[in-house]
T-cell receptor, first 113, second 112 residues
Framework: NAGVTQTPKFQVLKTGQSMTLQCAQDMNHEYMSWYRQDPGMGLRLIHYSVGAGITDQGEVPNGYNVSRSTTEDFPLRLLSAAPSQTSVYFC????????????FGPGTRLTVT | GQQLNQSPQSMFIQEGEDVSMNCTSS?????WLWYKQDPGEGPVLLIALYKAGELTSNGRLTAQFGITRKDSFLNISASIPSDVGIYFC????????????FGKGTRLHILP
């Protein structure tokens, strides 16, 4: 089991560029979520999904899109990157919404210049 | 929006001391979770709590689900150097609100 994997590990973007952060899990988990971590701010929820085909907004969804076409994958899209999106992004998964013990990926460090 | 208030923000303790930290909210939560994050890594789950009043241990760590459902506590006994890191509480309200939100963390430092 690889657990939760995230790619890339590091990324530098210019303002206005788009990109997709990849997240995959091989544990057959229904529940997946994306967080961003900024100094002193803890982990803030961007989007989450309770199962394939279902997504919902978290605390800070603006500027980000998600989709969940398969159980395994939950990509996060930045359509037009802004410097305020410079952060460390974590993907997490858990067995189900009713069992929220989440496993986290190693993170993607994104810098937008 | 929902907020989890974690305190203290940081702690400086001597090796061997006991540690207490807590997490409070103005809303009721049905699940409380405690995580630890080491530098450069993702958070790792320490303890999950599902019932008001529940007290659960994991080695030297003990966590409690507050009776009001608006708070939770984490204690670490006899701290050791590898306890250094950031401790996060997280909560899920349930009842059709499945978001899992996090506090801002307590950074634990151990003095030599």
């Amino acid at each position: 089991n690889a657990g939760v994997t995230q790619t890339p590990k590091f990324q530098v973007l210019k303002t206005g560029q788009s990109m997709t952060l990849q997240c995959a899990q091989d544990m057959n988990h229904e529940y997946m979520s994306w967080y961003r971590q900024d100094p002193g701010m803890g982990l803030r929820l961007i989007h989450y999904s309770v199962g394939a085909g279902i997504t919902d907004q978290g605390e800070v969804p603006n500027g980000y899109n998600v989709s969940r076409s398969t159980t395994e994958d939950f990509p996060l899209r930045l359509l037009s990157a802004a410097p305020s999106q410079t952060s460390v992004y974590f993907c997490a998964s858990s067995y189900s919404a009713g069992r929220p013990e989440q496993y986290f990926g190693p993170g993607t460090r994104l810098t937008v210049t | 929006g929902q907020q989890l208030n974690q305190s203290p923000q940081s702690m400086f303790i001597q090796e061997g001391e006991d540690v207490s930290m807590n997490c409070t909210s103005s809303s009721i939560f049905n699940t409380w979770l405690w995580y630890k994050q080491d530098p450069g890594e993702g958070p790792v789950l320490l303890i999950a709590l599902y019932k008001a009043g529940e007290l659960t241990s994991n080695g030297r760590l003990t966590a409690q689900f507050g009776i009001t459902r608006k708070d939770s506590f984490l204690n670490i006994s006899a701290s050791i150097p590898s306890d250094v890191g950031i401790y996060f509480c997280a909560g899920q309200r349930g009842k059709r609100d499945d978001k899992i939100i996090f506090g801002k963390g307590t950074r634990l430092h151990i003095l030599p």
